[in-house]
């Protein structure tokens, strides 16, 4: 990473990209990132870009303005985000020279350099090793940036992926000064309403041999309940920790194609690989945590069936 920091102490101006719907991740470490160069490097310009935030947007600052021509001398880093076409702000072509920084599983090659790290948790654990290596000291503002966006994405240190090196990522953070209590509430507490929708998820639920549990939620579904698109899909989680079910999933409607249903999917498995799964239905992501779009009805119960097929493959 080394050629990282040679980058960006080399450019006076950075741009900082991500991908769009920007969960905790993404948005932790853009303004990780951002809080880091700007406390050290005074003088740069840095610029947060992006149009579609997330739920969790409201736990971070607003998203900067930035001029073309500002964009087009910078040196553009680009977090957690494994393909362009999911770049939210398509401006980070033209800049001068592009870096990107991500956990996902490869998909394409975008970027001048680019560190792809698809063992690690978060794209924040990547910054956060970074920092640690070099054995920087971080404003408690930038540690909790990167902590709430750690936790998020390792549903506090519980998913597949955790290592003694993520957690040696998280205690280092903490040691800079983190409230553990304060980001964790920020990212796990939940409204009544979307309390109330979890309860709806989880009582109209199908159960599919025994072991794949799934919803398939329509606009209607979640806006009695006030809750957005993007909010709602991220409430895949209300099938998990359920000792019988190997994998759960969450289907939303997004809109109408002549005349029929379109999907978005957020796909969950305990700890049978699914990312292929997911790449043959328009997604992608991890390799127990991935996402689809564009489905109709029909690709849906396509999709389920090859998810039976894998689990009773990885069971017999």
Not at 237 to 255: C, D, M, N, P, R
Not at 265 to 276: M, Y
């Amino acid at each position: 990473m080394d050629a990282l920091f040679s980058k960006i102490e080399a450019f006076d101006t950075i741009t900082i990209f991500r991908h769009i719907a920007a969960d905790a991740d993404a948005l932790g470490a853009q303004f990780g990132l951002k809080t880091w160069i700007q406390e050290t490097y005074p003088n740069k310009k840095v610029f947060a870009l992006g149009n579609d935030t997330g739920p969790k947007a409201n736990l971070f600052p607003p998203i900067d303005v930035a001029r073309d021509d500002q964009i087009q001398h910078s040196l553009a880093i680009i977090l957690d985000t494994a393909n362009a076409a999911r770049i939210d702000d398509s401006r980070w072509k033209s800049a001068a020279y592009k870096i990107k920084i991500d956990h996902h599983i490869f998909v394409d090659a975008y970027a001048d350099e680019e560190y792809i790290e698809d063992r690690k948790g978060a794209t924040c654990e990547i910054l956060a090793d970074m920092f640690q290596k070099k054995g920087l000291c971080l404003s408690k503002t930038c540690a909790e940036y990167l902590y709430g966006g750690l936790i998020a994405d390792t549903l506090q240190f519980s998913i597949q992926a955790t290592t003694p090196e993520m957690l040696r990522c998280g205690a280092y953070l903490v040691e800079q000064g983190v409230d553990v209590a304060k980001v964790n509430e920020q990212n796990f507490s939940k409204s009544w309403k979307e309390f109330e929708f979890e309860t709806y998820i989880r009582t109209h639920y199908t159960l599919m041999d025994e072991c794949i549990a799934y919803i398939i939620v329509h606009p209607s579904d979640y806006e009695r309940y006030d809750l957005t698109l993007n909010q709602a899909k991220e409430k895949v989680y209300a099938l998990s920790k359920v000792h019988e079910f190997q994998a759960w999933a969450l289907f939303i409607e997004t809109g109408q194609e002549q005349g029929e249903s379109v999907y978005n999917g957020s796909l969950r498995s305990k700890n049978i690989e699914i990312n292929d799964i997911a790449m043959s239905y328009n997604g992608g992501g991890h390799r127990f945590a991935c996402g689809v779009k564009g489905l109709k009805e029909k690709d849906i119960q396509s999709l389920l069936q090859d998810l039976s097929k894998r689990m009773r493959k990885e069971k017999s």
